[in-house]
Each structure stands twice: as C-alpha cells, then as structure tokens.
T-cell receptor, first 112, second 114 residues
Framework: DGGITQSPKYLFRKEGQNVTLSCEQN?????MYWYRQDPGQGLRLIYY???????QKGDIAEGYSVSREKKESFPLTVTSAQKNPTAFYLC???????????FGPGTRLTVT | QQQVKQSPQSLIVQKGGISIINCAYE??????FPWYQQFPGKGPALLIA?????SEKKEGRFTISFNKSAKQFSLHIMDSQPGDSATYFC?????????????FGTGTRLQVTL
C-alpha cells in the first residue's frame, strides 16, 4: 500500500522542548516537502529536499531543521527557537518528473 | 509577486448547485495550477490541475477555467453534493523553480447544504 505516513497524528509538548515529526514515503519519490498550516493562512513551505543529503529552506524555515539521510524519510525538528510552533504540519512528496505533490495525513502539534 | 489570492473565504451552496471558487496570481512565470481538496484533520488531496496552454480542463463534476490574460483561474463544482463539503486550496508553481515549489491560496471553506 503506497503512500506517505506521518506520525504521530497528535503531538503535545511543553514550551522550550525540541520535537521531531516523522515523515516516510514508499512512493520512491525524489522530492519531499514540509508545510505548515494555520487557520486562514493556507499552506506555507518550511523546507524541501530534492535528493538525499540535500535540502533547502522554504519561506518560513526559522526555528525548524530537517535531515534527508534516506530517500524515503524526511523528519522535521521543531526547535525551541520557533516562536509559535502550534500548528498542523504536512509532509508532501513528488516524483522528479512531474509537478504533482502528494500529501500525508498531517501531524497536529500543540505546544503549551 | 509570489502571491495567489483566493476568494471567497467561505461558500454555502445548496445540493445540486454550482460552486465557484476563484484565484488570481501576479507572477506570469507560473505555469502549473493545481486545486487541492482538504477534509478536516486530513492532508490535502490533489483534485485537478491545469497548465496555461489550455483554457479549461474537466474531470467529472470538477472543472478548472483558466484566463491567462486576466491571470485568473477558477474551480467549478457542478451538481455540488454534501460530500463535497471541504476546504479547497488553489496553488501555483513554475517549472523554473527548483523542486516545483507550490504557492498556495488561503483556502475556501465550502459547505453544501441539503
């Protein structure tokens, strides 16, 4: 069963703690993306990666970090430097030959 | 330059009616325009997409209309059903961008009533 998985679905953390969100895909896609979704603001790009061991900052990268050690995995770390981390985080992937991005089910992070 | 403006913010349509959502863009280099459908608590799902070399694309009850000169595109949902109630996002990308980054509109919450 091919697709993108994100875990956990819900995540709760105390302010000041780093937290890592998981994203795995078995679609053999080259590119992977992390977006943040807030009410009324659409989706905003945090980081993206076109190939293993390479990634670029998106529009709102401050306070976040990523790694791409394997083609199928693109974890996102929300650091304590992120001022407003509570949001719905979405991972996506894309085959290198097409424009179409496919999204995972998302992780809702709540920081108190 | 990179914005995509979407309207309306919310929309209520009766069952069987036509839902119309509009998007406008400024950057003429955009050359890929997808629409995504998102249900509460779920990730967005690609619904339909268009390239600027055509003015219309239809898939079932969903149609994208594209006006290159006006820099606008719209989603039409014919015979709207309660199951279509969701949030819809337009987006745009350009082939010159590395990794085809998408710029999203702010979303339209559609409610289809009985």
């Amino acid at each position: 069963d091919g697709g993108i998985t994100q875990s956990p679905k819900y995540l709760f953390r105390k302010e000041g703690q780093n937290v890592t969100l998981s994203c795995e895909q078995n679609l053999n896609h080259d590119a992977m993306y992390w977006y943040r979704q807030d009410p009324g603001q659409g989706l905003r790009l945090i980081y993206y990666s076109q190939i293993v061991n390479d990634f670029q900052k998106g529009d709102i990268a401050e306070g976040y970090s990523v790694s791409r050690e394997k083609k199928e995995s693109f974890p996102l770390t929300v650091t304590s430097a992120q001022k407003n981390p509570t949001a719905f985080y979405l991972c996506a992937s894309k085959d290198g030959r097409s424009y179409e991005q496919y999204f995972g089910p998302g992780t809702r992070l709540t920081v108190t | 330059q990179q914005q995509v403006k979407q309207s309306p913010q919310s929309l209520i349509v009766q069952k069987g009616g036509i839902s119309i959502i509009n998007c406008a863009y400024e950057n003429t280099a955009f050359d890929y325009f997808p629409w995504y459908q998102q249900f509460p608590g779920k990730g967005p799902a690609l619904l339909i997409a268009i390239r600027p070399d055509v003015s219309e694309k239809k898939e079932g009850r969903f149609t994208i209309s594209f006006n290159k000169s006006a820099k606008q595109f719209s989603l039409h949902i014919m015979d709207s059903q309660p199951g279509d109630s969701a949030t819809y996002f337009c987006a745009a990308s350009m082939s010159s961008w590395t990794a085809s980054k998408l710029t999203f509109g702010t979303g339209t919450r559609l409610q289809v009533t009985l």
